[in-house]
């Protein structure tokens, strides 16, 4: 049973890997922490404890940073005006600050966790600063970046890496032992409305109809569905077999018109450059059917 760390700024896609890790029976989340990103930190940490609750799920929830390290907060357009979608009502969570320090905890006191960081790294960026050495002793799993294809938001970046650029340049020039999935790669696994419609109308597929409807109209035109970034990267932290990796140095880009893009050389990074699409969505569906 893989032991993870989870780090979100939940709006919709973190949500479902949410979804997907508390019911697929294959990890024990240590602890979820959250940050500013697809909304403030206030409602990512709400919507995170409102998820974790359709789950049932005893995770204790740590807020983090409210701002990126150097730059204005931007946040996402395409999840809702809180961050998941329709959904209405998400109970109030209160902000504790601990992220980065929970973060640090978890990695000193448990030999190879995983930390699944499915949002811009602020919280992993302050744990380093804070912790340094001690944090090579998990492995990081990081959604982020665009490496070989444009962006998300701009030309050349992918949101995550826009938000915090400050934090991406650190964390991925620290060392650690890092699997980068990219927004290239997640960009092959789409959920259809069909697909979601064939899904069995329980209390987390229900949710997920209403977190989604925003998030497919944003997408569908584009790419048919609903990309599943963060779930993907969900998928590979706990089944990596299906995805093929090639070791690159990323550099990213902090300032102007470039801010968040990626130049990738030789090195010890793992980035995801292929996957088996059929795969991961077979085992998204499988959960949830």
């Given amino acids: 049973m893989e032991k993870m760390l989870i780090d979100v700024d939940t709006g919709v896609d973190d949500a479902l890997a949410l979804l997907y890790l508390g019911k697929c029976g294959k990890c024990e989340i240590e602890a979820v ?102 944090m090579a002793g998990a492995r990081y799993v990081i959604m982020g970046g665009a490496v070989r294809d444009g962006g998300n938001v701009t030309e050349y970046a992918e949101f995550n890496f826009y938000v915090d650029p400050d934090a991406a340049a650190k964390v991925l020039a620290s060392g650690l032992d890092i699997t980068l999935v990219p927004l290239d790669v997640c960009r092959k696994l789409v959920l259809t409305r069909r697909q979601l419609d064939s899904l069995p109308e329980t209390t987390e597929v229900k949710a997920m109809k209403a977190m989604l409807e925003p998030y497919l109209a944003d997408y569908e035109p584009a790419f048919g569905g609903a990309v599943l970034y963060d779930p993907l990267a969900a998928m590979i932290a706990l089944d990596q077999k299906e995805a093929k990796t090639e070791g690159m140095c990323i550099q990213v880009e902090t300032t102007g018109g470039r801010r968040g893009s990626c130049t990738p050389t030789a090195g010890e990074v793992k980035v995801v450059t292929e996957i088996d699409e059929e795969y991961y969505l077979r085992e998204f569906l499988r959960v949830f059917a």
């Avoid at 404890?49 to 409210?66: D, I, R």
């Avoid at 809702?80 to 000193?108: F, M, Q, R, T, W």
């Fill in 33 to 134: 922490t959250t940050v500013c990103g697809n909304a403030t930190v206030a409602n990512t940490t709400k919507n995170t404890k409102y998820v974790l609750g359709l789950l049932e799920a005893q995770a204790p929830v740590y807020s983090g940073a409210a701002r990126p390290l150097a730059k204005e907060l931007y946040t996402a357009k395409s999840h809702g005006h809180a961050g998941l979608g329709n959904i209405e009502g998400v109970p109030e969570a209160c902000l504790d600050g601990l992220a980065e320090y929970k973060i640090g905890a978890a990695v000193s006191s448990n030999a190879g966790i995983t930390i699944l960081a499915l949002a811009p790294l602020t919280n992993i960026a302050l744990a380093l600063g804070r912790y340094g050495e001690q």
